[in-house]
């Protein structure tokens, strides 16, 4: 089975601008979630959505939005960017929800974002 | 809010040298979980404990999981240079949410 795959890898983009990233979590997964990781924040939960509904949200602000399809496939859209928004944005799938007992959520390898 | 605390946050040591990763949390969980990520790689789950005072062992690698289920250690023996790398550990809720910690970014030294 192919693993978590995200697009692109790498991004640059300036102040005000907007970007999308795009997340094919692993075949049969119906869940995809999004992590910001910075060095000093750590992993920060953004939002969670299963059968094309966002399930769960974490505490970002409004700029931060999201979508899933009906293939499972989910992207994250970042507008009017700030220098802080500078990061590593991961994806991971599983097969329900994250936060249920026995799930386990498959990391994509990330995209690098630096804001300028 | 964060609600688990890693610690230490960073840890340099000589390959062969053992050493223990603390999560810390006033909160219970349901089950704990230790993931590893490598530099350009997203986290990898090592393990995943579920019952109070559960050890779980994975080679050089000793999981625990606290009694009163708030707290998990990571144990390893014998460093090597390819344990090298970020360890987070996760806890879900009983509400079904999952909590990443602070991290410990660890570095073995040949």
């Known amino acids: 089975k192919a693993g978590v795959t995200q697009t692109p890898r790498y991004l640059i983009k300036t102040r005000g601008q907007q970007v999308t990233l795009s997340c094919s979590p692993i075949?049969?997964?119906?869940?995809v979630s999004w992590y910001q990781q910075t060095p000093g924040q750590g992993l920060q939960f953004l939002f969670e959505?299963?059968?094309?509904?966002?399930?769960n949200k974490g505490n970002f602000p409004g700029r931060f939005s999201g979508r899933q399809f009906s293939n499972s496939r989910s992207e994250m859209n970042v507008s009017t960017l700030e220098l802080g928004d500078s990061a590593l944005y991961l994806c991971?799938?599983?097969?329900?929800?994250?936060?249920?007992?026995?799930?386990?959520?498959?990391f994509g390898p990330g995209t690098r974002l630096l804001v300028l | 809010t964060q609600l688990l605390e890693q610690s230490p946050q960073f840890l340099s040591i000589q390959e062969g040298e053992n050493l223990t990763v603390y999560c810390n949390s006033s909160?219970?969980?349901?089950?704990l979980q230790w993931y590893r990520q490598e530099p350009g790689e997203g986290p990898v789950l090592l393990v995943t404990?579920?019952?109070?005072?559960e050890v779980k062992k994975l080679k050089r690698l000793t999981f625990q999981f606290g009694d009163a289920r708030k707290d998990s250690s990571l144990h390893i023996t014998a460093a090597q240079p390819g344990d090298t790398g970020l360890y987070l550990c996760?806890?879900?809720?009983?509400?079904?949410?999952?909590?990443f910690g602070t991290g410990t970014r660890l570095t073995v030294i040949p």
């Open positions: 909160s219970v969980f349901s089950s």
């Open positions: 991971a799938s599983s097969y329900g929800l994250a936060g249920m007992r026995g799930e386990t959520q498959y």
């Open positions: 996760a806890g879900k809720t009983g509400a079904n949410n999952l909590f």
């Open positions: 075949s049969g997964h119906r869940s």
């Open positions: 959505y299963f059968s094309e509904t966002q399930r």
């Open positions: 404990v579920v019952t109070g005072g």
